[in-house]
């Protein structure tokens, strides 16, 4: 298994640009999870979804969107990229017997300038 | 609203030394998860070890167990025998078992191991 797996690794953006994140997973998980990083500071919760076609906000939702149409792949898309979303950005997935170990994706990590 | 607070940014042990990392966290939730993850340089997030808040005992994983004071709202961690691969950043985590999809961090622990 290849576990969960993002690209790009790193990425600088233009203020005003837009990106998609990508993720995926091989371990049939339902449970996916977008995170960011700021320097120094702990994991925040972007979105998350609980299987195909179920997406909800998590803490920081805001800049962001997200979709799911199949159980491996979670992308998430930057629109109109701002300096404040400068971070390290991490998808996880987990099965859905709670609370279930979160396996997470090496991270990407976003420089928009 | 949902807080961990892990107040002690960096934190250094001789090797073979035992060290605690402390961590409290806020909520007016009954039962919850908690947990710690070590993220080595490499940036990866490795679950070391969770504790079921309804359970009294205290989570044990090899070298690493907690101390959970449900009262008090603490949970820290104790690495006993400390290795150099033990060096990373620590972060405790939070999450309500209503949801089951709300995962808070706190702000992390740099240790550092001395050899």
């Known amino acids: 298994n290849a576990g969960v797996t993002q690209t790009p690794k790193f990425r600088i953006l233009k203020i005003g640009q837009s990106m998609t994140l990508q993720c995926a997973q091989d371990?049939?998980?339902?449970?996916m999870y977008w995170y960011r990083q700021d320097p120094g500071m702990g994991l925040k919760l972007i979105y998350y979804s609980v299987g195909a076609g179920i997406t909800d906000k998590g803490e920081v939702p805001n800049g962001y969107n997200v979709s799911r149409s199949t159980t491996e792949d979670f992308p998430l898309r930057l629109e109109l990229a701002a300096p404040s979303q400068t971070s390290v950005y991490f998808c996880a997935s987990r099965t859905g017997t709670f609370p279930g170990e979160q396996y997470f994706g090496p991270g990407t990590r976003l420089t928009v300038t | 609203a949902q807080t961990v607070t892990q107040s002690q940014p960096e934190m250094s042990v001789q090797e073979a030394e035992t060290v605690t990392l402390s961590c409290t966290y806020d909520?007016?939730?009954?039962?919850?998860?908690l947990f710690w993850y070590k993220q080595p340089p490499s940036r990866q997030m490795i679950l070391v070890i969770r504790q079921e808040a309804y359970k009294q005992q205290n989570a044990t994983e090899n070298r690493f167990s907690v101390n959970f004071q449900k009262a008090a709202k603490s949970f820290s961690l104790k690495i006993s025998d400390s290795q150099l691969g033990d060096a990373a950043m620590y972060f405790c985590a939070y999450s309500p078992s209503n949801t089951g999809n709300q995962f808070y961090f706190g702000t992390g622990t740099s240790l550092t191991v001395i050899p």
């Open positions: 909520t007016s939730e009954s039962d919850y998860y």
């Open positions: 371990m049939n998980h339902n449970y």
